[in-house]
Nanobody, 118 residues
Framework: QVQLVESGGGLVQPGGSLRLSCVAS????????MSWSRQVPGKERELAAE????????LYADSVKGRFTISRDNTKNTLYLQMNSLKPEDTAVYYC???????????WGQGTQVTVSS
């Protein structure tokens, strides 16, 4: 059974840091492009950061560039998102995604809440 389980969310003050983790099971994540997306109520889910399967090249939304770092450890089947210099506008539910774009295969996690507030 395919599963993506996120953890690491919580409440943090502006300027603080959090590290999200996403543990994959039921498939081989090294074959997949992995990403973190986020969503606030009433808005569409948006891509925050992505890391490719083959050469681990990365892609970031302009809104998080320079503050967030995505990484993967295929030996642990785990995806990470290091979030620094957090802002209130980073408040959202963060979702882990695994996909093989050319096959149209997509798996989503259940999400973890990140709240940035003083």
């Amino acid at each position: 059974q395919v599963q993506l389980v996120e953890s690491g969310g919580g409440l943090v003050q502006p300027g603080g840091s959090l590290r999200l983790s996403c543990v994959a099971s039921g498939f081989t994540p090294s074959d997949y492009t992995m990403s973190w997306s986020r969503q606030v109520p009433g808005k569409e889910r948006e891509l925050a950061a992505e890391v490719s399967s083959a050469v681990s090249s990365t892609l970031y939304a302009d809104s998080v560039k320079g503050r967030f770092t995505i990484s993967r450890d295929n030996t642990k089947n785990t995806l990470y998102l290091q979030m620094n210099s957090l802002k209130p506008e980073d408040t959202a539910v963060y979702y882990c995604k695994a996909e093989v774009k050319w096959l149209g295969i997509t798996h989503w996690g259940q999400g973890t809440q990140v709240t940035v507030s003083s």
